[in-house]
T-cell receptor, first 111, second 113 residues
Framework: QKEVEQDPGPLSVPEGAIVSLNCTYS??????FMWYRQYSRKGPELLMY????GNKEDGRFTAQVDKSSKYISLFIRDSQPSDSATYLC???????????FGQGTRLTINP | ETGVTQTPRHLVMGMTNKKSLKCEQH?????MYWYKQSAKKPLELMFV???????ENNSVPSRFSPECPNSSHLFLHLHTLQPEDSALYLC????????????FGPGTRLTVL
């Protein structure tokens, strides 16, 4: 079993839709949860960073962590074509430098 | 773009060649990382350096040899690579232990013929 499971997609939605991206994980000790966005031919860019459970909102983006279910989500409201990218979830243990990544979900927003 | 730069952006090499990848971070961070990103696979951590000292080697073959002369620069020396080593090689940096938010460079797209 992979430590972090993420549906690779591809996921295609119309502009303006609400997008939900998800990851599940097996290690209940993970404490830090991140979402990265990676455009084609670019490196991953940190989008959201959450500690432990709860929600975090930044503009059109909301990150949710449900530690009881070992499930994290990224919601994108009012999606734009410029949101088209691969979204990577990542997580780590308390005090650890090693990030464990999901495979990434390729998202396309159609105008 | 970001505070982490990588050169070259693209590299094609034969299996007998020797080449080096370079990474530089302008963020004042103390930790630097090498990752390998292959198609349809999660990012794989290769090496971690803290204050120029290697603190993690994730069972990487010896044909990959990292070097960290100071906290701002990181190299990955390549020799006698295999075609399956073709991938995007990403460098990242972070403030250091206890602060694990990592910032990535644009990567070097490596093709081994």
């Amino acid at each position: 079993q992979k430590e972090v499971e993420q549906d690779p997609g591809p996921l295609s939605v119309p502009e303006g839709a609400i997008v939900s991206l998800n990851c599940t994980y097996s290690n209940s000790a993970f404490q830090y949860f991140m979402w990265y966005r990676q455009y084609s031919r670019k490196g991953p860019e940190l989008l959201m960073y959450t500690y432990s459970s709860g929600n975090k909102e930044d503009g059109r983006f909301t990150a949710q962590v449900d530690k009881s279910s070992k499930y994290i989500s990224l919601f994108i409201r009012d999606s734009q074509p410029s949101d088209s990218a691969t979204y990577l979830c990542a997580m780590s243990l308390q005090g650890a430098q090693k990030l464990v990544f999901g495979q990434g979900t390729r998202l396309t927003i159609n105008p | 773009e970001t505070g982490v730069t990588q050169t070259p952006r693209h590299l094609v090499m034969g299996m007998t060649n020797k080449k080096s990848l370079k990474c530089e971070q302008h963020l004042g961070h103390n930790a630097m990382y090498w990752y390998k990103q292959s198609a349809k696979k999660p990012l794989e951590l290769m090496f971690v350096y803290n204050f120029k000292e290697q603190t993690e080697n994730n069972s990487v073959p010896s044909r990959f040899s990292p070097e960290c002369p100071n906290s701002s620069h990181l190299f990955l020396h390549l020799h006698t690579l295999q075609p399956e080593d073709s991938a995007l090689y990403l460098c990242a940096s972070s403030q250091g232990q206890g602060k694990n938010t990592q910032y990535f460079g644009p990567g070097t797209r490596l093709t081994v013929l």
